[in-house]
């Protein structure tokens, strides 16, 4: 959820039932499916950074038990970004 109030109640109703939450960074959403944008973010360091830093942010903010980076359709030769 993006609305901060109701993921703080979902954060702490995971948390208290012992439960593990972690973020996910994905470059699908319906009707919003656009690869060339994460080539375009994996090819240029300071973009790459940038997005790095913001999910590092949020997990710690949110203190996520970790990240799932679900980026699909990725082109071979960006492999090494």
């Known amino acids: 959820t993006t609305h901060p109030a109701e993921r ?5 109703l995971a ?3 012992g439960v593990r939450v972690y973020g996910m960074a994905s470059n ?4 919003d499916f ?18 790095a ?3 590092v ?9 970790g990240i799932d ?3 699909e359709s990725l082109k071979a030769e960006d ?3």
């Open 15 to 17: 948390r208290a039932n």
């Open 28 to 31: 699908y959403a319906e009707n």
């Open 53 to 55: 830093a913001t999910l």
């Open 34 to 51: 656009d690869p060339a944008r994460l080539q375009r973010m994996l090819v240029d360091p300071a973009r790459r950074s940038r997005h």
């Open 79 to 81: 492999r090494e970004p």
């Open 8 to 12: 703080k109640r979902f954060l702490a």
């Open 69 to 71: 980076l679900d980026y």
């Open 57 to 65: 942010r949020i997990a710690v903010e949110d203190r996520l038990d």
